[in-house]
């Protein structure tokens, strides 16, 4: 089949954006033709995946996003694609990788009552309706019991278009007969001793992933706790406004933030917790990565993921709604507490016993169920 992938932006340190380039490489070795349709594209191309920049500018995001899908449809009524798969809800998809949460949802608990009079409002809730609501014939794939969840409340009627996708966590998450090493290499590059603690969160989008949560947690620690911590942020996003809190709150000291990189997997073997307070996540792969790991992780109920964790006993889950002095006591009991070797047992068992490495194959599957079905 000819497939046609819509994604509004490629960067290679988003959980969304690898997502996208995993299940568009496995259509590829299926022997699908895969064009790829996007306003920007950052780092490496793959071989036998044809992009194609779609050059729309506009002042703001909304007609952005309102031109690139114009664009888009006209483009593939020429280019006669089979199937169109898209990771941004819009209008003219056959299947759409639910990679966010449900914006009716957010529209309704985290904004004032008079968003829902605004031109961004109209404009995310139509082009979310133009995949949910009851005519629409688009399969969904979604990647959490509790995203599923949220949107069969708004959208009853595309119960029956879902589909749960198992996770995707990349085999190299597992932990490796090299991982005592690794971790005294890591922990020697950046000066941490073993009294030390190392606290690492990973994620582009640093307001939604809490990070703001994290710093103040970080300094309501006691300070025979807090002088032992290293916190280290990774990602994809704009830290001035980060770096300005983190110094009001006095702890810029302990706080640094570096870009998207290949070698996490380093990290979580050097680390001594995983903090992951997002405000709202569809899945949060990193958890999971994590926690095969090894890694104890501390999350938010609002996680998609969050439940492995619980079903795991590889760390602890905040509850909601959100309360920054439970993350706070539940940072400071977990990084100092005797239960951190059971928490790194839990998880790697976890990793073992449980299925959390399908997705592409399972999200391919129904691509194709899809396409045979539409051509039948």
């Known amino acids: 089949?000819?497939?046609?992938?819509?994604?509004?932006?490629?960067?290679?340190?988003?959980?969304?954006?690898?997502?996208?380039?995993?299940?568009?490489?496995?259509?590829?070795?299926?022997?699908?033709?895969?064009?790829?349709?996007?306003?920007?594209?950052?780092?490496?191309?793959?071989?036998?995946?044809?992009?194609?920049?779609?050059?729309?500018?506009?002042?703001?995001?909304?007609?952005?996003?309102?031109?690139?899908?114009?664009?888009?449809?006209?483009?593939?009524?020429?280019?006669?694609?089979?199937?169109?798969?898209?990771?941004?809800?819009?209008?003219?998809?056959?299947?759409?990788?639910?990679?966010?949460?449900?914006?009716?949802?957010?529209?309704?608990?985290?904004?004032?009552?008079?968003?829902?009079?605004?031109?961004?409002?109209?404009?995310?809730?139509?082009?979310?309706?133009?995949?949910?609501?009851?005519?629409?014939?688009?399969?969904?794939?979604?990647?959490?019991?509790?995203?599923?969840?949220?949107?069969?409340?708004?959208?009853?009627?595309?119960?029956?278009?879902?589909?749960?996708?198992?996770?995707?966590?990349?085999?190299?998450?597992?932990?490796?007969?090299?991982?005592?090493?690794?971790?005294?290499?890591?922990?020697?590059?950046?000066?941490?001793?073993?009294?030390?603690?190392?606290?690492?969160?990973?994620?582009s989008g640093f307001k939604i992933k809490g990070v703001d949560r994290s710093l103040r947690a970080l300094a309501a620690l006691p300070e025979a706790i807090r002088r032992r911590v290293t916190y280290l942020l990774i990602g994809k996003d704009k830290a001035e406004g980060f770096l300005r809190l983190a110094k009001s709150l006095g702890v810029a000291e302990r706080f640094t933030v570096l870009p998207g990189r290949d070698d996490i997997p380093r990290f979580m073997l050097g680390a001594d917790l995983l903090l992951h307070p997002a405000l709202s996540e569809s899945a949060g792969h990193v958890l999971l990565e994590a926690t095969i790991a090894g890694l104890p992780v501390l999350t938010t109920s609002t996680c998609g993921y969050a439940f492995h964790i619980e079903k795991a006993g590889s760390g602890k889950v905040c509850g909601e709604p959100f309360s920054q002095l439970e993350l706070n006591d539940m940072l400071a009991d977990m990084l100092i507490s005797p239960d951190r070797q059971t928490w790194q047992i839990n998880g790697m068992r976890y990793g073992k016993e449980e299925d959390l490495f399908s997705m592409v194959k399972v999200a391919v599957d129904q691509i194709e169920q899809h396409g045979q079905t539409t051509s039948s």
């Not at 990788?97 to 949802?105: G, H, L, S, V, W």
């Not at 969904?140 to 009627?157: N, V």
């Not at 932990?175 to 020697?188: G, I, K």
Request: charged share 25%; hydrophobic share 35%; glycine share 6%.
């Open 1 to 203: 089949m000819k497939l046609g992938f819509l994604i509004y932006s490629y960067f290679p340190y988003g959980g969304q954006q690898r997502d996208f380039l995993k299940i568009a490489k496995e259509c590829l070795a299926r022997g699908h033709r895969v064009i790829v349709y996007t306003m920007k594209w950052e780092g490496e191309r793959v071989a036998g995946i044809e992009v194609n920049i779609v050059p729309v500018t506009a002042v703001w995001r909304t007609r952005l996003y309102q031109r690139f899908t114009e664009r888009v449809l006209t483009q593939l009524s020429e280019d006669r694609c089979d199937l169109v798969i898209g990771f941004n809800k819009m209008p003219g998809l056959d299947v759409y990788f639910a990679a966010d949460p449900c914006f009716e949802d957010k529209a309704l608990t985290q904004r004032g009552k008079y968003y829902r009079y605004t031109a961004r409002y109209r404009h995310f809730s139509a082009y979310e309706r133009a995949v949910f609501e009851s005519s629409s014939r688009t399969s969904i794939l979604t990647l959490s019991p509790l995203q599923q969840q949220t949107y069969a409340k708004h959208y009853p009627a595309s119960v029956s278009r879902m589909t749960l996708l198992p996770p995707g966590i990349a085999e190299d998450r597992k932990l490796s007969d090299t991982a005592a090493e690794t971790r005294r290499q890591l922990r020697n590059e950046f000066t941490l001793g073993d009294n030390d603690l190392l606290v690492l969160q990973v994620g």
